[in-house]
């Protein structure tokens, strides 16, 4: 549940992660994507904008959605 740490080497607020690519989104880092869902994103990811990923999988699930752990 810790979405806030505080990087005392670094001196950078990690705002939270991908939710595709778990990569750390850094305060002073610019190019992330927020959906209503308060998800984080990259907009410029390894294989382009893991928000249009996430999109995707969103679709492809969406007709038969399981929910584990929740
Ligand atoms: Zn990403």
Redesign the pocket.
Known sequence: MANKIWNKSKALLICGW?G??Q?EMLSNEGGWIVNAEKKH??HD?RDGS?FDKYCEDKKNIAEDATYEGV
Do not use: A, H, L, T
């Open positions: 991908c595709v690519c990569k994103f990259c990811g893991c």
